[in-house]
């Protein structure tokens, strides 16, 4: 089993920045592929960002220039820099982790962001 605990969600005016962490425990040598999901109200849980072991990223259109996600290795832990921030970002976001072939198989508990107008 893995366990996932997230970080750094919060409240911030558009335009601003939050830094998201995720750290992973338990059976790490399992993980291969470490990303974030985000589910606003009333709407299904979406792609953000998938790091996978060959280190490509993958990001959702919605996002691409204004977050970046990152990952060392050495302390199991994924990040994610969200910059440019709009308040169609606000939503629960989730840590995810799993094989490169099944990704989401574990979920971290999820972190508030919201960006005010």
């Known amino acids: 089993q893995v366990q996932l605990v997230e970080s750094g969600g919060g409240l911030v005016q558009a335009g601003g920045s939050l830094r998201l962490s995720c750290a992973a425990s338990?059976?790490?040598?399992?993980?291969?592929?470490m990303g974030w999901h985000r589910q606003a109200p009333g709407k299904q849980r979406e792609l953000v960002a998938l790091?996978?072991?060959?280190?490509?990223?993958n990001y959702a259109d919605s996002v691409k220039g204004r977050f970046t996600a990152s990952r060392d290795n050495a302390k199991n832990t994924v990040y994610l820099q969200m910059n440019t921030l709009k308040p169609e970002d606000t939503a629960v976001y989730y840590c995810?982790?799993?094989?490169?072939?099944?990704?989401?198989?574990?979920w971290g508990q999820g972190t508030q962001v919201t960006v005010s107008s």
């Open positions: 790091i996978t072991s060959e280190t490509s990223t």
């Open positions: 338990g059976d790490v040598f399992s993980i291969s592929a």
């Open positions: 995810n982790a799993g094989s490169d072939y099944y990704p989401t198989r574990y």
